[in-house]
């Protein structure tokens, strides 16, 4: 199933736009007045050139600190190499701009995995005359180390260090720190939830790297392995109830059981005790010894 990765970052930066503009551009946020910030519908447009139609991401009206005026900030996440996507953002200012005529501050995110100069400006011009010098502010994600960010107890950042630059081997000390940044924060379970999905839909661990995690978070002080471990177990127990329900609703009573079995061995296999795995999956002890 293809991932929806304008939906997904659509969703993150609307429930934390002001963190995103303070970890990102903190001489933007500045002079933005939060208390006035509304999110506008989305917007389509259809490029006749070449017959496609483009969504706007993000769309933010809000205020400038001591100003009454409203201005709009539009946020365009680009999970994809496009080497005409200057050109789209000014397509899209011009468009906007005709019909909100406000001022507007376009930002580009870069969310692919490639590493490459992304320009942040459209130009026309001649010879003898420079007609247009369109820029947009920019962050390419798979630039920013990632260690850089474990130290800020922001949510932006911790989900975004998905999407950063890592290495394979680093994936598991990755995880490490995302969940104790979650735990620092202490947010509710709704936005725990939300960072949580986006994080592990793009940095996905294997058996024995959730093994590695475990062994490695049960080496933590008391107080914060206890907390990590808490927040694995629940996210994992939500996880495996929804599945239940699912295949409940299937009414796959068969099925069902060997989905039970499946996930109990997966949970020994990452290290769970067996009365751990007989609580979430309501299988009896004898029968978890015997999947051993």
Do not use: C
């Not at 720190?177 to 936005?191: C, G, S």
């Not at 294997?206 to 808490?230: A, F, G, H």
């Not at 109830?241 to 609703?249: F, I, Q, S, T």
């Not at 795995?277 to 010894?289: A, K, N, R």
């Amino acid at each position: 199933m293809a991932i929806d990765h304008d939906r997904l970052f659509k969703e993150l930066i609307t429930t934390f736009f002001e963190e995103f503009l303070l970890l990102f551009f903190p001489h933007v946020h500045e002079h933005i007045d939060f208390q006035h910030v509304s999110f506008l519908s989305e917007e389509l447009f259809t490029d006749v050139t070449v017959g496609e139609k483009y969504r706007v991401d993000l769309l933010v009206e809000t205020k400038l600190k001591g100003e009454d005026s409203l201005i709009i900030v539009h946020i365009e996440n680009q999970s994809y190499v496009q080497p005409s996507f200057p050109e789209r953002m000014f397509i899209y200012f011009s468009r906007l701009f005709e019909k909100y005529r406000k001022r507007m501050l376009p930002i580009a995110v870069f969310s692919y995995d490639s590493l490459r100069r992304e320009p942040s400006s459209f130009t026309l011009q001649f010879p003898f005359f420079d007609v247009l010098h369109f820029q947009f502010l920019t962050v390419e994600l798979r630039k920013q180390n990632w260690r850089d960010y474990i130290r800020h107890d922001n949510p932006i950042a911790a989900a975004l260090l998905s999407k950063m630059g890592y290495t394979e081997s680093e994936r598991v000390e990755l995880k490490k720190q995302f969940l104790r940044m979650i735990v620092r924060m202490e947010l509710d379970e709704a936005k725990q939830r939300l960072l949580i999905g986006f994080f592990e839909t793009y940095v996905k661990l294997s058996d024995e790297e959730e093994q590695q995690l475990r062994n490695e978070v049960n080496e933590m002080e008391t107080k914060e392995k206890e907390q990590v471990l808490e927040l694995i177990i629940s996210y994992e127990k939500k996880a495996l109830e929804k599945g239940l329900k699912e295949g409940v609703e299937r009414g796959l009573q068969q099925g069902l059981q060997q989905e039970k079995r499946q996930i109990a061995k997966k949970m020994l296999a990452k290290g769970y005790d067996v009365q751990t795995i007989h609580e979430l999956t309501e299988l009896s002890v004898e029968e978890i010894e015997r999947l051993k």
